[in-house]
């Protein structure tokens, strides 16, 4: 099974901040990599596919980057909406896997 | 606009049985894989199986293979999941997701999720 690893765990910021999440695929992906917004009480919500394509109705100060086995997921200024956890997914093979998670909290 | 909606869930024994239940609407259930996707109290997201658009491919994770078994109905927009040899580990919430695809081969993203219902096994 492909391990995805997220780092941090947990982000402190503020509004207007940049932040950046990392997640690590244990082999390489090439680009087959979601990035997903969920916050408590709710589904998940794809926010990025294919590593960088940004989703309909996605505000563009989300932004996705890499391949192989490296990824980022930035948040170019931070919003309060924006609070939340996210985490990355790989489909490049079955079982697909999920990163634990990285958790944005208000600094 | 795409919606599914999850039904089924609550209380069940260890070794019992669940069956859940997806209405989807406002898309063409018959053209998309549709999967299910838990997450136990307090964890992160774990992949529980996918079913291909017309219902003849089948994945599952090994935690739940030879007790899970994902099924649709596509004359009635609903996709469904029977449970069986319920464990205490199998606590979650199940998440209906939508895949953008009819088939997904080598595993998909998902585009749309449903609510959410809760199974809670336990004696």
């Known amino acids: 099974d492909i391990q995805m690893t997220q780092s941090p765990s947990t982000l402190s910021a503020s509004v207007g901040d940049s932040v950046t999440i990392t997640c690590r695929a244990s082999?390489?992906?090439?680009?087959?990599l979601a990035w997903y917004q969920q916050k408590p009480g709710k589904a998940p919500r794809l926010l990025i596919s294919k590593a960088s394509s940004l989703e309909s109705g996605v505000p563009s100060r989300f932004s996705g980057s890499g391949s192989g086995t490296e990824f980022t997921l930035t948040i170019s200024s931070l919003q309060p909406d924006d609070f939340a956890t996210y985490y990355c997914?790989?489909?490049?093979?079955?079982?697909?896997?999920f990163g634990q998670g990285t958790k944005v909290e208000i600094k | 606009e795409a919606q599914l909606l999850e039904s089924g869930g609550g209380l069940a024994q260890p070794g019992g049985s669940l069956r859940l239940s997806c209405a989807a609407s406002?898309?063409?259930?018959?053209?998309?894989?549709m999967s299910w996707v838990r997450q136990a109290p307090g964890k992160g997201l774990e992949w529980v199986s996918l079913l291909s658009a017309r219902g003849d491919t089948t994945y599952y994770a090994d935690s739940v293979k030879g007790r899970f078994t994902i099924s649709r109905d596509n004359s009635k927009n609903t996709l469904y999941l029977q449970m069986n040899s319920l464990r205490a580990e199998d606590t979650a919430v199940y998440y209906c997701a939508k895949a953008p695809a009819s088939v997904c081969s080598t595993s998909c993203y998902r585009n749309v999720w449903g609510q959410g219902t809760t199974v809670t096994v336990s004696s």
């Open positions: 997914q790989q489909y490049n093979s079955y079982p697909e896997t």
């Open positions: 082999q390489s992906i090439t680009s087959w």
């Open positions: 406002g898309f063409t259930f018959s053209d998309y894989a």
